[in-house]
């Protein structure tokens, strides 16, 4: 992948200036080590009417696929083929918007000790990238590039096949900027917006994204419209952070606005008299509830089925008590993201010896997941259709066979106490059932007596006492059986769970008042219905 960036003169201020302000010798081939491989800057042409300069980045792909899946590493989670063939050295991304940074620090920074006037100065620039991902298409980069003072923003979409224009265009375009611009601001405008079109980045996007973000969109992010859409796709989507540089660059726009400092604006809360406490979230009261349970059990091999982003899994990870976690999660994206959230390119060797990721369905059986102390299932069964829950009952509890298993749920009678969720709706899209603290002991009961279990529950979070609590949790603890090998003849269309009745049905959106059990029937379910399908990854409820 490369980018040109050009310039042009006159006897009184050359064009070769460019090479006082990039600080890169117009007659010298320099070469630069990055992380993931080799950053070239030469000038294809370099005159006094005209010079520009080229950086070129060669990528390893080996290195690209080491660092995610290196010795060690835990497994950092990909498609398989996709860690091989994929565009990463050839279009335009986070890793050359990093070389950029590194190879042009000090001219991103606007220093030239040589030339300060002309660093301060706009130059009429021309910046090309052959290779640009445009996720949002030719009409985002000229969002996005347009209102930052550019003459000219041209995106030519790449067609996928010259000899078969009938496929249309790939997501690619060739960008071409035309404009008067101080050269740094022209830097930090392709620092900041190569990542943010290709919607991506190839490292873990820690909390120093947010200055580094500030920095590089000094005088001209907090204004701009599309402001949003920058920072959330630059910071990942990760909302903490988000939410940090959306308020930051608030205050920036009202200080520009009025003439003043930030620290002028940002006065109206005295912080040392400040001591409200604040409620501690459903998410972070769960992973607690979660972290008892296990420790109460004496677990140190734990799996985490269902695993997300990975927020219990990072828990897990703090406490050396567990000495083996594995995160299985059927999304592919979602296990990306677990992986950055842990850094497993950054974890030490006996660290990254204790955590492990994996991709794989909770209706299948799976060999990988026998033999551990406890597993997870944590706001997991409410995003499966009702047929396929014997499918992830028998994978657990029937197959895998975990000493102990927690499984918690949202109760639908606590639905009523959230105020921004309207009557008869379900707390997430995806749920496709929620139940009541009936029907939710009456499945647990029948699970547990089907597959040799004993069976507790318990509240998490605030224990009301007409509708219950917004989370219910059930301890499963083994039974030792030593008539039956764990799973043989529990399975779904065996005749040893054929005559048992599951515990109620629950029914799609229902409401705490259409669900008192009174007048309730349930059968069992079904046993040609037990399909085996794919699970869905679950959202961490915040």
């Known amino acids: 992948m490369f980018l040109t960036i050009s310039t042009t003169g006159n ?75 994929n ?15 590194k190879v042009f620090k000090t001219a991103l920074h606007g220093v030239c000790q040589a030339l300060p006037e002309r660093a301060a100065a706009p130059l009429p620039l021309r910046v090309e990238v052959p290779a640009l991902p445009a996720r ?43 404009g008067e611009l101080r050269l740094a601001d022209a830097l930090n405008h392709l620092y900041v917006l190569l990542p943010v079109l290709d919607d991506a980045k190839h490292y873990w996007v820690a909390p120093d994204e947010v200055d580094k973000l500030l920095r590089a969109g000094d005088g001209w992010l907090a204004g701009h419209p599309e402001r949003k859409l920058i920072t959330a796709r630059y910071l990942s989507r990760r909302w903490g952070l988000t939410r940090e540089a959306s308020e930051r660059l608030e205050l920036v ?18 912080e040392s008299t400040d001591t409200e406490e604040r409620p501690v979230p459903l998410a972070e009261q769960r992973r607690t509830a979660i972290l008892a349970a296990l420790e109460q059990a004496g677990a140190g091999r734990v799996l985490d089925l269902g695993c997300g982003q990975g927020q219990l899994v990072q828990a897990l990870l703090k406490d050396t008590r567990y000495t083996e976690i594995v995160g299985v999660d059927v999304s592919v994206r979602a296990l990306t993201v677990a992986a950055r959230r842990l850094r497993l390119e950054r974890m030490g ?34 995003h499966l259709d009702l047929p396929r829950l014997p499918a992830l009952e028998y994978a657990v509890f029937g197959s895998a066979r975990p000493r102990t298993v927690l499984v918690t749920t949202p109760n639908v009678e606590y639905n009523v106490r959230w105020e921004s969720l309207p009557a008869g709706h379900v707390r997430h899209g995806d749920h496709r059932f929620e139940w009541t603290r009936e029907e939710f002991r009456g ?19 605030p224990d009301d006492p007409e509708v219950g609590p917004p989370t219910q949790m059930a301890v499963f603890t083994r039974f030792q059986d030593p008539e039956t090998p764990p799973g043989k003849d529990r399975s779904p269309g065996s005749t040893a769970g054929k005559d048992r009745t599951p515990g109620p049905t629950p029914g ?3 409401s705490p008042a259409s669900t008192s059990g009174r007048d309730r029937s349930p059968g069992p379910t079904p046993e040609k219905n037990r399909t085996p399908g794919p699970t869905a990854a679950k959202e961490e409820q915040a």
């Open 11 to 85: 006897p009184e201020r050359p064009a070769t200036d460019l090479g006082f302000l990039l600080h890169k010798h117009p007659e010298r081939a320099q070469t630069f080590s990055t992380s993931h491989g080799t950053a070239h800057v030469l000038y294809p042409e370099a005159g006094v009417e005209r010079c520009t300069a080229a950086l070129l980045l060669e990528v390893d792909p080996v290195a690209l696929v080491r660092r995610g899946k290196g010795k060690g590493r835990g497994g950092a989670p990909d498609s398989a083929l996709a860690q091989y063939v």
């Open 87 to 101: 565009d990463r050295p050839y279009a335009a991304s986070s890793l050359l918007a990093v070389a950029l940074a």
């Open 136 to 178: 949002g298409g030719p009409e985002l980069v000229r969002a996005l590039f347009g209102p930052l003072g550019w003459d000219t923003v041209d995106a030519e979409p790449v067609v996928l096949d010259g000899q078969f224009p009938e496929w249309g265009d790939s997501r690619y375009v060739r960008l071409v900027l035309e």
């Open 253 to 270: 726009r009202l200080a520009e606005a009025e003439g003043l400092d930030v620290d002028e604006v940002d006065n109206a809360v005295d």
């Open 349 to 382: 060797e006996r660290q990254a010896s204790r955590v492990k990721l994996v991709q794989g369905s909770l209706a299948y059986t799976d060999k990988r997941l026998t033999g551990y102390d406890a597993a997870v299932l944590s706001e997991v069964v409410e």
């Open 443 to 461: 499945w647990a009961d029948a699970v547990a007596e089907r597959y040799g279990y004993g069976v507790g529950f318990t509240p998490v979070g």
């Open 508 to 510: 799609k959106n229902r």
